[in-house]
């Protein structure tokens, strides 16, 4: 493709004007840049509207400057001239700890505010029982016919989640009326803390090839969000919240950084990166709390991340939006995941050669074109007129968006599906496997990352997406948290487009929506940028 | 396990099994979910449509105030208190976002394309590409947010007579966002072009630019047509930008005066959004309006995705 042209060195051809092709590349260049030099402009004015960086005292940026920026460039350049890969490894563990902090935002609201932890504590040992017994008759597969076996496993799960109504409580009844319970901070560290446990430790014990390594490491990830959560309140952290941050953000980018340390020797060094970044802060902020500099007078703060809408540009807040974009998205994706990927595992690897099979391929197409407005009347015409559904609940306030984003999920796992090499199907069903085994088995395991990219910027669609949630009523002001699948919902997009539109005055433009745009784009940007890193790890591995 | 039972173990027929059976229909059912959801769309947007309509109404059995077909199509007042549906209102304003757009996005987005496709370092495309994806990633609410709050006005220094709510703003940020979609379509049809094209066109003495416009840009022109239309579909269903940026008041504007850009306007989308925000009842004839209106959207962005399919296949040079 990129052939070079420019051989100036023959003469004797003639003259050809070289004016004609520069003019012409430097203007393409110059189209191509024009979208984005004009949203990075649109969005250096809404973070300098949000954020405010020039209220703060000359002393807070030149203490910053020199605890923060100074070191992590000088480190930063070194590591950029000596060593890239280390370069990449301190900037991975540092984007890792921003986006995994901010995810725990996202687990405290959910597992603290929404769901009352000795809630989910009982749901958890309600699924935990029947989960046993599948481990068990997943033991004796041979033994027991498949439908035998799919019946009990149903069984099991109903009887423990819903119970016998009169005859026989469910396990998280059971668990809930417990004489004594545990305190809020127990549970969150014995649940929260355990995942991370489980999760760490098959990380350590798969990249250092040693069982007691990964069981250590599993064993301190729980203590250490034990310690976090007893020592947390003596600081002045609320031990909930201590327990949430340390388990969900910490202890993964502990055990990251700890695995890249002892396993990859060259790199390491790249985490002086991330403890230029981490220690400047900390430092930073010690600083300028001990010489008094005030920081920037940002509208991005505690108070607006904390309450609800308010009359006031100033008191105004996107709690109870958040909340609900994040239950929206779990809706979303337990929805589109399971429908997405089975359709596209249909076209792909089961769909007859015919004219039905071409009729669903060209409707999918169809349907990732019509816009999302329409979908949005779906919603209320179907959910909320037919089915007699209430207006604008986080269940069919999922169920539109997901129906949205399907042809999007469907066609990118398709794509992943198809990346996966023919000759492993075949050398699966050359070992006597099914069609469901080479499935289950090979095709699924070797595209789960392709899907999940896909589906991760699916969802970073359905994030951003407002036309839809009004369609079908959702509130434009909502002071309350959506604790169940029938609550209303608000979400972050739609409450910009509450102030912006509805609230129309000078202050909530330069203050409530400014702030509003910076928190829904950096939510936007943290799914992105897991999906991507998961591309690159995908694609250097094939 | 004696061997007989190996056997019939080994031999059994296991396309039929439960497994494979509960497995396959399930697989199957979510790949008919599409079909459902299609149908869903069409059934209950012509269902509730019609129910608006003097002249199909009471084939579904409503009765109650109706609006005439003749002039919800021909209308150009769109005035839901004095009962006016006149559909042409909004329909030339989404014509004007759709054409304010194109003036922006069409030839940005194929020049990206060629600079992307020929002129482009391999690390040159590795940062581009993921930033004109961001273009397309940013919430649309957001984008009718910057229209509002800096471009209008920015616009207000050159042309002091514009409104606060106004199409240019409006048709600008469109512009930009579509700007991705152009270009990807584009640059995958030019890349899809054979090198020898451009070997034998290099073999003759053409110059890169010759190359470019003369070859590559011809050969790929199907895909980019294709791109065309799917970017404008995208424009006409565009509805956040529009809501938030083009204005509230319906008004019959012509598409080709350049002047009328200045002004605000409602397009198909934007007003959707508006009759559900305001107090509407539920079974009234502004409700019904919505489906009406719903309906000639989605006829439209349908016609042009299938023509766009059509073109991208018929004229599609084989190599």
New interface residues.
């Given amino acids: 493709?990129?052939?070079d042209?420019d051989s100036g060195y023959i003469d004797s051809?003639g003259q050809?004007s070289?004016t004609?092709?520069t003019v012409?590349?430097y203007?393409?260049?110059a189209?191509?840049m024009?979208?984005?030099v004009?949203?990075a402009v649109?969005l250096v004015?809404?973070a300098n509207d949000a954020i405010r960086p020039l209220t703060a005292d000359l002393g807070w940026h030149l203490t910053f400057f020199l605890t923060l920026v100074v070191p992590t460039t000088v480190v930063g350049g070194y590591l950029a001239r000596r060593n890239v890969p280390a370069l990449k490894l301190g900037g991975m563990v540092v984007g890792m700890l921003a986006v995994f902090l901010m995810f725990s935002g996202g687990v405290a609201i959910v597992f603290v505010d929404i769901i009352p932890p000795l809630t989910g504590l009982s749901y958890v040992v309600g699924l935990l029982v029947p989960a046993a017994l599948v481990v068990v008759l997943t033991k004796y597969e041979q033994q027991i016919p498949?439908?035998l076996r799919?019946a009990a496993t149903g069984a099991a799960f109903i009887l423990s989640l819903v119970g016998v109504p009169g005859y026989f409580h469910s396990i998280p009844e059971i668990v809930r009326q417990l004489p004594v319970v545990p305190a809020d901070w127990m549970i969150l560290t014995l649940v929260l803390g355990g995942v991370a446990a489980v999760v760490v430790g098959q990380y350590v014990a798969r990249i250092r090839e040693n069982t007691t390594a990964g069981l250590a490491a599993g064993a301190s990830a729980l203590l250490l969000t034990g310690l976090a959560a007893v020592v947390g309140p003596t600081l002045g952290v609320d031990a909930n919240a201590a327990a949430v941050v340390t388990s969900v953000a910490f202890v993964p980018t502990l055990a990251y950084a700890g695995g890249a340390a002892v396993t990859r020797e060259q790199e390491r060094i790249g985490l002086l990166l991330a403890a230029a970044v981490v220690v400047g802060s900390l430092v930073g902020a010690f600083a300028v709390d001990a010489l008094g500099f005030a920081g920037p007078q940002s509208w991005v703060d505690w108070q607006f991340l904390t309450s609800a809408h308010s009359g006031t540009a100033e008191n105004a807040g996107l709690y109870p939006a958040i909340g609900g974009s994040i239950l929206l998205m779990a809706t979303v994706a337990a929805l589109s995941f399971?429908?997405?990927?089975?359709?596209a595992?249909?076209?792909e690897?089961?769909?007859p050669d015919n004219a039905f099979s071409r009729?669903?391929d060209?409707?999918?197409?169809?349907?990732a074109?019509?816009?999302?407005?329409?979908?949005?009347?779906?919603g209320?015409?179907?959910f909320v007129t037919y089915l007699g559904q209430p207006t604008g609940t986080v269940l069919i306030g999922g169920a539109t968006l997901a129906?949205l984003i399907?042809?999007i999920v469907?066609i990118s796992s398709r794509e992943a599906i198809r990346a996966v090499p023919g000759d492993m199907r075949q050398a699966s069903y050359g070992m006597?496997a099914?069609?469901?085994q080479t499935?289950k088995n090979v095709v699924l395991p070797e595209a789960f990352p392709g899907i999940l990219t896909g589906t991760i910027l699916a969802l970073?669609?359905a994030?951003?997406?407002?036309?839809p949630l009004?369609?079908i009523?959702a509130p434009?002001v909502l002071f309350n948290l959506p604790t169940e699948l029938t609550s209303k919902v608000s979400a972050m997009?739609l409450q910009?487009?509450a102030w912006?539109?509805?609230f129309a005055s000078e202050d909530f433009?330069t203050k409530a929506?400014p702030a509003g745009?910076v928190v829904?784009?950096a939510v936007?940007l943290a799914m992105?940028s897991i999906a991507?890193v998961l591309r690159n790890k995908f694609e250097s591995e094939n | 396990m004696s061997t007989d039972d190996l056997e019939t173990d080994l031999t059994r027929n296991t396309e039929n099994a439960p497994r494979e059976l509960l497995t396959r229909s399930f697989f199957f059912l979510c790949a008919a979910l599409s079909v459902v959801t299609t149908l869903s769309i069409v059934g209950l947007l012509i269902t509730e449509a019609s129910k608006f309509f003097t002249l199909t109404a009471p084939l579904m059995g409503v009765t109650g105030e109706t609006a005439s077909i003749v002039d919800f199509l021909t209308g150009t007042t769109w005035q839901i208190h004095s009962q006016e549906f006149g559909v042409l209102a909004l329909v030339s304003s989404t014509l004007m976002v759709t054409i304010g757009s194109a003036i922006i996005a069409l030839p940005l987005g194929v020049a990206t394309a060629i600079y992307l496709s020929e002129y482009a370092s391999t690390q040159a495309r590795s940062v581009l590409k993921p930033a004109l994806e961001i273009l397309a990633g940013v919430p649309t609410v957001v984008y009718g947010f910057f229209a509002l709050i800096y471009i209008t006005p920015a616009l207000e220094v050159v042309f002091p007579s514009i409104g606060t709510f106004n199409m240019l703003s409006a048709s600008i940020v469109v512009g930009i966002m579509i700007i991705p979609m152009v270009a990807s379509i584009s640059e995958d049809a030019m890349s899809a072009v054979p090198d020898e094209l451009r070997q034998a066109g290099y073999g003759m003495g053409a110059t890169k630019f010759d190359v470019s416009t003369g070859i590559v840009v011809p050969a790929a022109l199907s895909g980019i047509f294709s791109s065309f239309i799917l970017a404008l579909s995208r424009a006409i269903g565009e509805t956040m930008a529009v809501t938030v940026a083009a204005g509230a008041q319906a008004k019959f504007l012509n598409p080709l005066n350049p002047a009328s850009y200045l002004e605000g306007a409602l397009p198909m989308t934007a007003a959707m959004v508006q009759l559900l925000t305001g107090d509407i009842t539920g079974g009234g004839l502004a409700y019904r309006s919505l489906f009406a209106i719903g309906l000639v959207l989605f006829v439209i962005t349908l016609v042009m995705n299938v023509i766009s399919d059509y073109v991208s296949r018929r004229y599609r040079e084989a190599y």
């Fill in positions: 493709m990129a052939t042209t051809f050809v070289r004609t092709g012409f590349r203007l393409l260049l189209a191509t024009f979208g984005i004009t949203l649109l004015y809404v498949f439908t799919v399971p429908l997405g990927v089975g359709a595992v249909y076209l690897e089961y769909a009729f669903i060209v409707n999918i197409s169809n349907l074109g019509v816009p999302s407005v329409v979908y949005g009347l779906l209320l015409g179907v129906l399907l042809p469907i006597g099914t069609r469901w499935v970073g669609r994030i951003g997406e407002t036309a009004i369609m009523g434009n997009p910009v487009y912006s539109s509805l433009y929506v745009v829904l784009l936007l992105n991507i």
